[in-house]
């Protein structure tokens, strides 16, 4: 089955402890991407890659750091996180949509809830 | 700034009725538009896709318009059911450096009461 699997789905930690969030997709997709939603905001782009060892930031990148150092893992980390960075992730994979009138499906992962105390 | 927005914030609705939800965009150089279905807990899911030669496109009961000129979008559910009961999210697609880059509106969240 096709599909984006994260881990944890629920994390609870405290403010300074590193923790990383795991994700992986079996689909092949050159693209991925991290995002947080908050109450009230749409979803905000993190990080992204464009594939392998590509990576760039995304709206609010400050505080996550990302890697990707295979084309079917995006780990997501937060070195010292802190109570803004509690919300709930979100991360999702597509081919890449290149051009005008191109478009590909963007598959997301079932979120991973975070808090932070 | 690119940005999308959604109106109305929530709706209530009885089981069977219909409803529209609107999406306004001001987002340029226009790719796609894409509306989600979103369930409490879960990762969004994919309804409809619009490039802008398209004006309409259904998905069984959900039914997107697109005008491009006016940069507005509606999203039609006929005869609801509990299970549409989630939070739809409007997506444009911006082409941006090669790539396209997505931008999200805030979602409405819809409740379909029995």
């Known amino acids: 089955e096709a599909q984006v699997t994260q881990n944890p789905r629920y994390l609870i930690t405290v403010t300074g402890k590193k923790l990383t969030v795991t994700c992986s997709q079996n689909?092949?997709?050159?693209?991925m991407s991290w995002y947080r939603q908050d109450p009230g905001l749409g979803l905000r782009q993190i990080y992204y890659s464009m594939n392998v060892e590509v990576t760039d930031k995304g709206d609010v990148p400050e505080g996550y750091k990302v890697s990707r150092k295979e084309k079917r893992n995006f780990p997501l980390i937060l070195e010292s996180p802190s109570p803004n960075q509690t919300s709930l992730y979100f991360c999702?994979?597509?081919?890449?949509?290149?051009?005008?009138?191109?478009?590909?499906?963007?598959?997301f992962g079932p979120g991973t809830r975070l808090t932070v105390t | 700034k690119n940005q999308v927005e959604q109106s109305p914030q929530s709706l209530i609705i009885l089981e069977g009725k219909n409803c529209t939800l609107q999406?306004?965009?001001?987002?340029?150089?226009?790719?796609?538009l894409r509306w989600y279905k979103q369930d409490t807990g879960r990762g969004p899911v994919s309804l409809t896709i619009?490039?802008?030669?398209?004006n309409t496109k259904s998905n069984g009961r959900y039914t997107a318009t697109l005008d491009a000129d006016t940069k507005q979008s509606s999203l039609h559910i006929t005869a609801s059911q509990l299970s549409d009961s989630a939070s739809y999210i409007c997506v444009v697609s911006e082409t941006s450096g090669g790539y396209n880059k997505l931008i999200f509106g805030a979602g409405t969240r819809l409740a379909v009461h029995p």
């Open positions: 689909m092949n997709h050159e693209y």
């Open positions: 619009m490039t802008f030669s398209e």
């Open positions: 999702a994979s597509s081919l890449i949509p290149r051009g005008s009138g191109i478009s590909y499906e963007q598959y």
């Open positions: 999406c306004n965009y001001t987002v340029s150089p226009f790719s796609n």
